[in-house]
């Protein structure tokens, strides 16, 4: 039996076999994806009642693999035995113990199994998601879905788009898949295709990670190495490609500050006021060599840049000695390529930095009525930070809770809460009588 509590071992599974697990499992149901999920969903919920009473087994995986399977068995033969009979399908199927699973006796070896399931086949479950039949949209929202495991509403968000649209599509795509018999693997000779879609799809995921939408937990260190993982086979699949070599440079110079990312309180901690003596100065090393050879090649791209980014914040020495102004001419050539409100939003944030707040300021005020950044909560933060930085602390105050109203990360809220306190005080202490009391109903 494994020593380890039921909750670990459910963390640790998701974290580390859950994508191989589901790849085995969509294969096994002939690209039946709803099927594969409802049972991994079901085997899931036996193993959180089962482990908890009855301990951990001894491969977490291989039983969860094991009890997945017999769903998916159990229930194909309660559908094709109603459809003989023209009974109604029964929607419960038999699961089997966690002393079944350990002493499963069929002849496939599911321990075995799952060794097997390598990185192709991991990455066969990405390319298939990012088939050309498929469209952009539906290809990165199955993905999403399928290999970062990100509910519909994170999803939503991360597309900045209603959370019904989202659902729908994924509805769609599932069955469309299945009616088209889109063949699982990766593709001989086509790989280029969905190249760029893969790329976003990683990315896309790696930033949920990096930053949980919502919840209790601002990293979600099982996205971000699932995200870079995978950007390792891309890597070996196109070694070729500058910015398959840049998104991953820019995924490990981001994910080097992790450790100094959250305080003890479990609130963010803000680029400029984290400890460097904390970051990961060897993912920040292969980060620059990998975004070297990327640029060595003479194709600039959106990743590259980004990475070109980070690294010029990972190798400063302080928060005073970043190279704002170069930062700032990295963004203006990505907003030429990647001309989207967020990268507009980031842009005008370096522009602050090198030539003041109000710059900055009047940069935002041409983004609040882009699509989909009226909730998108890191536009008010930006502005208060900057009205902030400008002295204009009652008008922080209120963007500060524009920000706060929006935000649905536990960590998020935190910090914000923290700004706008500390914002409001500048005000009680810095403010005749009158907008005292007028900063209180803030």
Not at 158 to 171: C, F, M, N, S, Y
Not at 265 to 289: F, K, M, S, Y
Not at 337 to 348: D, S
Not at 418 to 424: G, K, P, Q, V
Request: negative net charge; charged residues 25%; contains cysteine.
């Amino acid at each position: 039996m494994n020593p380890l509590p039921a909750d670990d071992a459910l963390a640790a599974f998701w974290r580390d076999e859950r994508v191989a697990v589901l790849a085995t499992l969509i294969r096994a149901a002939h690209g039946d994806w709803d099927a594969a999920e409802d049972a991994l969903a079901d085997a899931t919920a036996r193993a959180v009642e089962g482990w908890t009473s009855g301990g951990v087994p001894e491969r977490p995986g291989a039983w969860m693999l094991t009890v997945a399977r017999r769903i998916l068995v159990d229930r194909a033969r309660t559908r094709k035995s109603a459809k003989r009979n023209g009974d109604s399908v029964d929607a419960h199927a038999s699961v089997p113990s966690a002393d079944d699973a350990e002493g499963e006796s069929e002849p496939l070896d599911m321990h075995q199994a799952l060794a097997e399931v390598t990185g192709d086949e991991r990455l066969a479950l990405l390319y298939t998601c990012c088939h050309p039949a498929l469209s952009r949209p539906a290809q990165i929202t199955l993905a999403l879905r399928t290999i970062g495991g990100l509910t519909v509403r994170e999803i939503a968000r991360a597309l900045l788009e209603p959370e019904a649209t989202t659902a729908q599509r994924l509805v769609r795509t599932r069955r469309k898949i299945r009616d088209a018999r889109i063949p699982f693997r990766i593709p001989a000779g086509s790989i280029s295709e969905r190249t760029e879609t893969v790329q976003e799809t990683l990315y896309l995921i790696f930033n949920e990670g990096y930053g949980s939408t919502e919840g209790d937990a601002y990293l979600r260190d099982g996205l971000t190495e699932e995200a870079i993982r995978l950007a390792r086979l891309v890597v070996v699949q196109t070694p070729d490609d500058p910015e398959s070599l840049g998104l991953l440079a820019l995924m490990l110079l981001h994910h080097a500050r992790a450790a100094a990312r959250i305080d003890g309180t479990g609130a963010i901690v803000p680029l400029e006021q984290q400890d460097r003596a904390h970051w990961n100065r060897t993912r920040i090393q292969e980060g620059e060599h990998l975004l070297d050879r990327a640029m060595s090649m003479h194709r600039p791209g959106p990743y590259q840049l980004q990475a070109a980014i980070a690294a010029l914040h990972a190798t400063a020495a302080s928060a005073g000695e970043t190279d704002w102004r170069q930062i700032a001419a990295l963004y203006g050539a990505l907003r030429f390529m990647m001309p989207t409100p967020v990268v507009e939003l980031n842009a005008a944030v370096a522009l602050a930095m090198v030539h003041g707040p109000e710059w900055g300021l009047a940069q935002l005020d041409t983004l609040a009525s882009e699509r989909g950044m009226a909730d998108y909560h890191l536009l008010p933060a930006a502005r208060a930070d900057l009205l902030r930085r400008a002295g204009r602390n009652a008008e922080a105050a209120i963007a500060y809770a524009g920000a706060l109203a929006l935000a649905r990360s536990a960590p998020e809220r935190r910090y914000l809460q923290r700004r706008l306190a500390e914002t409001s005080c500048r005000i009680v202490t810095a403010e005749p009588e009158g907008a005292h009391r007028r900063a209180t109903v803030l």
